[in-house]
């Protein structure tokens, strides 16, 4: 049942749907923030930290200038100005740019843009933002279930030491209880034999 009697036949279940896909040809002045270098994971403490970032092209013409934006919890800091580059068309790159410390708190949301590329619009500034949430990394004894855990599930705490990474060693006591879990702890930044 359901195999056509013809080998050559084709038979085919579901259902279809169309999509517009539109390709945007690249535009003269493009430029984007590729990377935010510093702060990173694995802040083992968090505080008075610079700020850097590579930025790139993604225009077809050169790069030589630049208005590199940034905003901590959507509060705006204060633009960097970057000239006398030459970071080559589509995909070239430039960096480390340094913004300027800022004292950071855990999960705060640090957004960095450019504007003005060889000082026009941005033909295309939809592609031209990268945002980070700045967490400090783990160390210590964390609960894991029960009244007032630290986490609720053991996915979670595995979740937060992914994101977070260590700096020293991390316990989780999981107290008594039923986790229908199944978790995979995969590479954890900072981990060693004694972390």
Same mark, same amino acid.
């Given at each position: 049942?359901?195999?056509? +009697? @013809?080998?050559?036949?084709?038979?085919?279940?579901?259902?279809?749907? %169309?999509? =517009?896909?539109?390709?945007?040809?690249?535009?003269? =002045? %493009?430029?984007?923030?590729?990377?935010? &270098?510093?702060?990173?994971? !694995? =802040?083992? *403490?968090? !505080?008075?930290?610079?700020?850097?970032?590579?930025?790139?092209?993604?225009?077809? @013409?050169?790069?030589?200038?630049?208005?590199?934006?940034?905003?901590?919890?959507?509060?705006?800091?204060? #633009?960097? +100005?970057?000239? &006398?580059?030459?970071? #080559?068309?589509?995909?070239?790159?430039?960096?480390?740019?340094?913004?300027? &410390?800022?004292?950071?708190? @855990?999960?705060?949301?640090?957004?960095?843009?450019?504007? =003005?590329? &060889?000082?026009?619009?941005?033909?295309? #500034?939809?592609?031209?933002?990268?945002?980070?949430?700045?967490?400090?990394?783990?160390? !210590?004894?964390?609960?894991?279930?029960?009244?007032?855990?630290?986490? +609720?599930?053991? %996915?979670?705490?595995?979740?937060?030491?992914? %994101?977070?990474?260590?700096?020293?060693?991390?316990?989780?006591?999981?107290? #008594?209880? *039923?986790?229908?879990?199944?978790?995979?702890?995969?590479?954890?930044?900072?981990?060693?034999?004694?972390?």
């Amino acid at each position: 049942a359901g195999v056509p +009697s @013809d080998p050559c036949a084709s038979t085919t279940f579901g259902e279809g749907e %169309d999509y =517009n896909l539109f390709i945007v040809p690249p535009v003269a =002045n %493009d430029a984007g923030v590729t990377e935010i &270098n510093t702060p990173t994971v !694995g =802040n083992c *403490t968090l !505080g008075s930290i610079s700020t850097t970032v590579t930025i790139n092209t993604l225009g077809t @013409d050169t790069l030589r200038s630049a208005t590199v934006n940034w905003s901590v919890n959507g509060n705006l800091q204060t #633009p960097v +100005s970057v000239s &006398n580059l030459a970071v #080559p068309p589509l995909g070239g790159t430039h960096g480390p740019v340094t913004l300027g &410390n800022y004292t950071y708190s @855990d999960n705060d949301v640090l957004c960095v843009w450019t504007s =003005n590329p &060889n000082n026009v619009q941005d033909s295309f #500034p939809s592609n031209d933002t990268l945002c980070f949430t700045v967490k400090e990394s783990m160390g !210590g004894t964390y609960t894991i279930g029960g009244t007032s855990p630290d986490f +609720s599930t053991i %996915d979670s705490a595995m979740t937060e030491l992914s %994101d977070r990474g260590v700096c020293s060693a991390v316990v989780f006591q999981i107290r #008594p209880g *039923t986790y229908n879990e199944q978790i995979m702890l995969g590479s954890i930044l900072g981990i060693s034999a004694q972390n």
